[in-house]
């Protein structure tokens, strides 16, 4: 019998090692052995030395250090990713141990852990905030302390002075006024001095960042701060024509805005959207809102042949774009894409449960958090969803046009009103005592950012 193609293939195939991985390491520690202003020596143990250089410490950390040496000195534990050094002898590098080095360093970071104390054990403990206004004003800590953060996350044990000098040329996102106290090195060291849940000043004025708190320990500790009463008594429950309404016409929407307007203050809705790959192109089918008294509306912009309409005459547009209303949303990437390039609509004041979350943690000093799902914020601040079943997340992922088929099924509509009723007030009210005054702004700063990119 003839051979098959793919059996002719393997039979003469040549098996060849994979040179690549003795070429490179990733993830190895080491420490530094020698170091001078331009560059530092790490030694690997059983493996030889690895060289980098101050282009190298840079291109990791994306803020430029002037002195190698202040930066890395002798005895530091780094953690380093390597290729081996082909041609160490043609460098243009005289000193004879950089020659004499085996590899060539690709990204490094030092691997210091300073231990949190136990005088700050509680993640929510802010009694330790002390900055004078006149060094910064006290709702703005939290952007100086992520600004600090991101320095020392990469190099933990810069000296203050190398601190400064990073911030004079910096272009993130961090607030000129900030910029201004984090670039002078005397009220640098009165600011880190002031915030000792967060930092360490050593004697040879370096700083240091304590370490991460875990995530789940701070989840834990949220738990047990949710006042008895704070949290609903019963699961969410969907009655249409009772607390879920189906609004399929522009006047009875409209009918709807008015009321939500004339409600008290301060007005706080929850806001949500499904539709075909939701965002800047992909159609938005549904409108989902909510008031603070549990009622739900799911405005079905499929219902007429022009959905614009809806916003216009039925007033979505005029209740979204209203500053005096809150609009609560867990990740708004999509839904706020979706509104401003097919309805033409400017979300304003918005509380985002996902970017709510990561302040919460962010302030806590806890592993870095991507927003939490809306299923976890609503274990932890309200009650358990029960309409994320896997088999409607299933449909969801791979029934082409699910949130546009009509009409909607019993199992569609208690989905998409839980989403928007688990919102408020519970998770809203919680997650919103729980953010400090002074991370407030850094919260406008990580929401005005996500409302702007709109991709």
């Not at 950390?61 to 202040?70: G, H, L, P, T, W």
């Not at 008594?233 to 522009?250: C, F, K, L, R, S």
């Not at 549990?294 to 774009?321: C, I, R, S």
């Not at 799902?373 to 791979?398: I, N, R």
């Amino acid at each position: 019998m003839a051979e098959s193609q793919n059996e002719s293939r393997n039979k003469y195939k040549v098996y060849r090692p994979n040179r690549m991985k003795d070429l490179t390491v990733t993830g190895r520690e080491g420490t530094i052995i020698k170091n001078s202003i331009e560059w530092a020596i790490i030694d690997m143990e059983n493996d030889g030395w690895a060289f980098f250089n101050s282009i190298t410490v840079n291109k990791t950390c994306k803020f430029n250090v002037d002195n190698v040496s202040e930066c890395f000195p002798i005895g530091t534990k780094v953690r380093f990713n390597a290729r081996m050094w082909l041609e160490p002898e043609g460098s243009t590098y005289t000193d004879q141990d950089v020659r004499s080095c085996r590899w060539i360093v690709n990204s490094v970071r030092t691997s210091l852990f300073v231990p949190i104390p136990v005088m700050h054990n509680s993640a929510f403990n802010f009694d330790s905030y002390n900055v004078p206004p006149e060094i910064l004003p006290s709702d703005k800590i939290g952007e100086a302390v992520i600004g600090l953060m991101k320095r020392l996350k990469s190099i933990n044990g810069l000296p203050i002075t190398q601190v400064s000098k990073t911030y004079t040329s910096e272009f993130s996102n961090i607030p000129v006024n900030i910029r201004t106290v984090l670039s002078n090195a005397d009220k640098l060291r009165i600011l880190v001095r002031c915030l000792p849940r967060y930092f360490i000043l050593t004697d040879h004025d370096t700083v240091l960042a304590y370490n991460c708190r875990e995530k789940d320990d701070v989840d834990l500790e949220i738990g047990k701060l949710i006042p008895v009463g704070w949290r609903p008594n019963e699961p969410i429950t969907v009655n249409v024509g009772q607390n879920t309404h189906i609004i399929e016409h522009p006047t009875d929407c409209a009918a709807v805005v008015e009321e939500i307007l004339a409600g008290p203050k301060p007005i706080t809705i929850a806001l949500d959207c499904e539709g075909e790959s939701l965002g800047k192109t992909g159609k938005l089918t549904l409108l989902q809102m909510s008031t603070s008294t549990g009622q739900a509306y799911l405005v079905d912009v499929l219902a007429v042949p022009n959905p614009t309409t809806f916003f216009a005459e039925g007033g979505l547009k005029k209740l979204l774009e209203n500053p005096n209303v809150i609009k609560v949303i867990h990740d708004c990437r999509a839904d706020n894409a979706a509104l401003f390039h097919q309805f033409a609509v400017t979300l304003s004041n918005v509380f985002d449960t996902a970017v709510a979350y990561t302040v919460i943690m962010e302030q806590c000093q806890a592993n870095r958090s991507n927003g939490g799902s809306l299923e976890h914020l609503c274990d932890l601040f309200s009650k358990p969803l029960v309409t994320k079943t896997k088999q409607m997340k299933k449909k969801m992922a791979y029934v082409k046009g699910f949130w546009s088929r009509r009409p909607m099924t019993p199992e569609m509509i208690k989905y998409a009103a839980v989403d928007a009723l688990s919102l408020v007030p519970h998770v809203y009210d919680n997650m919103k005592r729980l953010i400090h005054t002074s991370w407030q702004s850094r919260y406008d700063t990580l929401i005005n950012e996500k409302l702007l990119k709109r991709k």
